[in-house]
């Protein structure tokens, strides 16, 4: 568009130019003819120089109000990605502790635990989950998580230590972010069962140094 325009101001301007230097070769006018004012080929490029820039000028207000809207945009769809937020639990590298990060997710669901719990190495990530449940047993909250193989091959390499911090990672993100007593953790409908113990019993919020201690008490 602004192509077309400065080739119809330039194609202008050549008249006009055309025009005066054909009038200089004509007789004067008689005094009973009308005299029309001479534009000067000057004046034209003038004016023709302002009206581009006064274009030129709209079309940046133009392209930077564009920018602006594409911008604010982006900030919403930013705002409405990470709409609330969630605690992820994770190991203390070095440490049988757990350390914490709250972060922000699209909603608090299963799926999006799971995958920031990935993030932190504590899943495998082909992990899956098959079902989720919530349910109230004896007055307590209780969560049913079913996982796919993939969750109880990825401990099978674990050492005891390990171990004992993921399942509790898992066990303290979920029930801190349902606000749940405790938790059921099994592997296609089966107790969870790794090559250290068998998660038959429901999980409550623990450290990974209290899991340890249970596992290595019924060892003995």
Known sequence: MK???????????VTALLAACSARTREKVSSEEMAVPEVSSQDLLVNS?????EDEEETV??????????????DNADDNANAAEAV????????LT??????????VTPEELLDKLAGHNIVSLDTKILSFEEADKDG??????????????????????????????????????????GIYITVEGEPLTTSN??????????????????????DS
């Open 197 to 218: 113990s068998q998660y038959e019993q429901m999980i409550t919020e623990c450290t990974p140094e209290e899991l340890l201690a249970a596992m290595t008490g019924s």
């Open 98 to 107: 757990l350390d914490k990060e709250t972060m922000g997710v699209t909603a």
């Open 140 to 181: 307590a909250s209780v969560l049913y998580l079913d996982l796919s193989k993939a969750a109880e091959e990825y401990l099978r390499t674990m050492s005891k230590e390990a171990e004992c911090i993921i399942i509790s990672a898992i066990a303290d993100t979920f029930l801190d972010n349902f606000g749940a007593d």
């Open 61 to 74: 207000q133009d392209e930077e109000a564009a920018d602006g809207d594409e911008a604010n945009a982006n």
């Open 3 to 13: 192509n077309r325009k400065i080739a119809a101001l330039i194609a202008i301007a």
């Open 88 to 95: 992820i639990y994770y190991g203390k590298a070095g440490t």
């Open 49 to 53: 120089l302002e009206y581009l820039l």
